[in-house]
């Protein structure tokens, strides 16, 4: 999907999110939550999905500072000191409402960035080279795919729809389409899923065997140790967080 996330292991780049986003919640606040979204936007622009990646984060993060910075950081009344209808502006709400705001956005920009960056198939092999069962990589792999096929699907269904004459304008014309649309969609939806029960049958997918790719997924030692060692650091996140 994304030539230079491909040159990666996904676990890698999994891990590297699992890390941003442990060091945007249990670091110090701001400067953590931070430095973890701006690593997390130069590895998004970096892979090519900055765009989508920025756009998630400002559309998470913005509202959510500024609805935290009016509840906390603006009180009508609430000062002893101030008269009725006074407001009064509580500097520490306010930064409370930015080390939240922060925190998501580092979040879903580095989870973001590897769901949009990383072919879930590609995920599944490296998750079954590693010891994962077959169900639960093929769970995986549907559930991330999920999403873009109903929307394709629902594109088709719509498109079929309007070559038959239907009317899908705005305002009350949308909502009058969504009845015709619904159905078929639905449909198909649940026949491309009794279609994939009987492709897996017939390839004689059992839970209980480990699959063998066609195409096996690079894992380096270099990564590997890349790996242990963000696994350690969050490790080390966890102790010093809750233990110090």
Known sequence: ???RFDRFNPLTLVVAALLLTAAAYLGPAPAA???ALALALVGAWWGGVG????ALAAGVALPTF???ALTNGVLAAAHPDASFGALH???AGVRDALAVALRLGAAITALGAVVAGVAPRRLTRALAARGLPGWAAYLIVASLEAAPEAKARAQEVLDAQRCRGLATGGGLGRLRALAPLAGPLVASLVAETDER???LDARAFRAGRRRTALTPVRDPAIERAARFAMYAAIAALFVWRFAA
Not at 51 to 54: I, K, L, N, Q
């Open 1 to 3: 999907m994304n030539p």
């Open 33 to 35: 939550p931070a430095a």
């Open 51 to 54: 765009a989508r990646g920025s």
């Open 66 to 68: 500024a609805l935290l």
């Open 89 to 91: 502006y509580d500097t």
């Open 197 to 199: 029960a009987l492709a």
